[in-house]
């Protein structure tokens, strides 16, 4: 699992719920405490990044609001408008043409396009150099969007390359196919949790990408994993206290409490054991976190529980 703090090309997808944003949070604070100049890209989304890592919200432009992390929240119009005065250079007929009210309805109303426009910004970034022709940075870290559309996402170069014979469009789609199925650049890590739906989701995506779009998959990351760290000794001591303990006791809260941990543990169990069995991938366990505030602290935590599966160490 070393390998991919290793990759150029990270892509977090998971159903929404999961914490996909959140363990992509937590993937770009080791890769910077590594020393890894990172993109974090979002995709058309409100922005949880800024809450998680503390700082400013991103937008559609490009922002550097911490040493060695760069931050954008990539939507369809904005990439569309990059895009073509890439292009053709001339904002005056992006202008006459792009802002013109039919052509806007037809790009709504064919969402390929808009996703097109929003894989090829992602993939410009990954081809960017500085002044020294290196790469302008070690890793792009894109937020994926839920599931089915994320799916679609990686699908769309394929559909392209059916769709046209020739230029740029062609050359973009190659392009961007060779970058996601090069398993020494690129990465997915698949979220879930260890809940039925998201495990049945989980399973058919990593069977999807797999099969379908032959796209390397590094991960699976469980989300919200309950530990009591109680041995069946002191599980049958719980149950006994329990019985012997008074409603009224001061003692009787905190057992309740105990209680009702331990049966979520047991709850999770099957989906773990489903995981393990049927899902040919190497697995990191975040713990689930108490409280009702999620921000810098609670994520290092997280991070600290991805060093540790990574086997990575600090600089």
Do not use: C, W
């Amino acid at each position: 699992m070393k390998e991919l703090l290793k990759k150029r090309l990270i892509m977090v997808m998971g159903k929404g719920g999961v914490g996909k944003s959140v363990v992509s949070a937590a993937l770009a604070r080791l890769l910077l405490e590594q020393g890894k100049r990172v993109l974090y890209v979002q995709i058309n989304a409100k922005d949880k990044a800024s809450q998680y890592l503390n700082i400013p919200t991103a937008g559609p432009d490009l922002q550097h609001p911490l040493p060695n992390l760069f931050t954008v929240n990539i939507t369809p119009e904005a990439a569309m408008k990059e895009y073509v005065l890439m292009q053709i250079r001339l904002e005056l007929v992006y202008r006459l043409v792009f802002e013109n009210r039919a052509v806007k309805y037809f790009l709504k109303v064919v969402p390929a396009l808009n996703d097109l426009v929003v894989l090829g910004k992602i993939y410009f970034h990954e081809k960017e150099t500085d002044r020294q022709g290196k790469p302008k940075y070690d890793v792009i870290l894109v937020d994926a969007q839920p599931t089915g559309h994320g799916l679609f996402l990686l699908k769309l170069p394929y559909v392209m390359k059916k769709a046209v014979t020739g230029g740029p469009v062609l050359r973009e789609a190659s392009g961007m196919l060779e970058l996601l199925k090069d398993p020494k650049k690129t990465g997915i890590v698949l979220v879930t949790l260890p809940e039925e739906m998201p495990v049945s989701e989980t399973l058919e995506t990593f069977y999807t990408v797999r099969d379908e779009f032959q796209m390397p998959q590094s991960a699976v990351v469980v989300n919200q994993v309950i530990r009591s760290g109680l041995t069946e000794q002191e599980q049958a001591r719980l149950g006994e206290l329990l019985q012997t303990t008074e409603n009224n006791s001061p003692l009787a809260a905190p057992l309740e409490a105990a209680r009702e941990t331990l049966a979520r543990e047991k709850a999770q169990a099957p989906y773990l054991q489903k995981l393990r069995e049927q899902l040919p991938l190497p697995s990191v366990l975040l713990p689930r976190l108490s409280g009702m505030r999620f921000g810098p602290e609670e994520l290092a935590t997280l991070s600290n529980s991805l060093r540790a599966a990574m086997g990575s160490d600090k600089p």
